[in-house]
């Protein structure tokens, strides 16, 4: 068994790594100090991504992409997951469904978005449907040649900057006929209903979207009418691989600081890394990475390159979401306690993680909803997927 990282993986691993380290770190205190950034540092940050050549790193090149897979995908995200701010938003990686568009939506939405001149959000969530999707009330109705459609999408991420929105409805108010349809935020009847401050500090912002009497043709349901709720698990898929990526560069920066201070920090005449007390805590948050990593590293290499189907990739992806999470809000608290008061302020890379870091057992569906998932796999198919090991 091979787990080394071939010699292309580790240099994009390296060159993002170096890309978090040039381009987002050095951001995060503006970001800070003035929640977001200025429309100069936006506009350089953007032109770094075209520069480092990281615009789309999930789609292939046919559709205007990178070409990368889920691996490589994981591998980037994970060392832009050490910024702070969410400044790791900043590179475009326009939703995994715009893929299923025809060629014509691609050359309108897809294409222009991986080449940074567009950019996309995804309107899921309302304020009566979260964790059950079945029960969005956003309606789309036939109407002559196209549709109208009606309805409220809360914590729409990046809604600010978008210029079009991903808009999961349910056509004649069906949930069995669940469709996407790709809106114009321009379109006559999309509103902003307000833009609410959220726990973290975020580079942009999640609006809450009103659609009224919002016309669009045909050539904007994409994919299938009732095909939505695939889509949607399509994203929420590679949505909660690349959480458990980013978690898990940021548990590791959480680490890396922890470690540093302990070692410099000194009371009681000593470095506090000698008391036992900071040293267990330090080695429970290492053990922890490293046991979370692998599940993520070993979830994505099959997701790539070992041939794991769509059913046992979204019951894995669950796994992979749940476990990382949970283990940055552990590495995380631990770090902060290891700061004493520096690790509550603001100007610390640890405090704005223990902030940012909440959301991830949150959003892309809940801990608990990742449970579900693991249940559901167990029920059906058993134990495999969890405790099964692919075999050549
Ligand atoms: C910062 C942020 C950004 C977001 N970005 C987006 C976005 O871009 N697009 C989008 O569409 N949505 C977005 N969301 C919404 C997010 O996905 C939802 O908040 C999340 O899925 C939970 O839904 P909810 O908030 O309605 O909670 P609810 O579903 O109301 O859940 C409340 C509590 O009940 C629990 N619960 C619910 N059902 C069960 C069950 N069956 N078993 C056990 N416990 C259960 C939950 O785990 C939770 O603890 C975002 C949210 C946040 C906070």
Known sequence: MDMRLTATDRDLATKARDFAEQILIPLEDECEEHDGLTPGSHASAKQAVLDWDFAAINHTEANGGKGYDTFQVMLIEEQWGRATGALWDIPWRPSIPLAAGTEAQKDRYLRPACRGERRDAYAITEAGAGSDVTYVETTAVRDGDGWVLNGTKWHVTSGDVADFLLVHAHVDGDPAKATVFLVDKDTPGVSVVRTPKYMHTFVFEHPIFAFEDVRVGDDQVLGEVGGGF????????????????????????????????AQRREQFGKPIVEFQAIEFMLA?????????????????????????????????????????????GRVIDKAVQIHGGRGYMREQPVERLYRELRVDRIWEGTSEIQRVVIGNELRKRGVEAYTGWPAG
């Open 230 to 261: 695939e889509l949607t698990k399509d994203w929420f898929v590679e949505e909660r691989i690349m959480i458990g990526a980013r978690t898990m560069g940021a548990s590791t920066r959480a680490l890396e600081l922890s470690l540093e201070f």
């Open 284 to 328: 429970d948050m290492a053990a922890e990475i490293m046991a979370a990593k692998s599940l993520l590293y070993r979830v994505c290499w099959e997701a790539a390159r070992g041939g794991i189907d769509r059913k046992q990739l979204h019951a894995k992806a669950s796994a992979v979401k749940l476990v990382c999470s949970e283990t940055a």
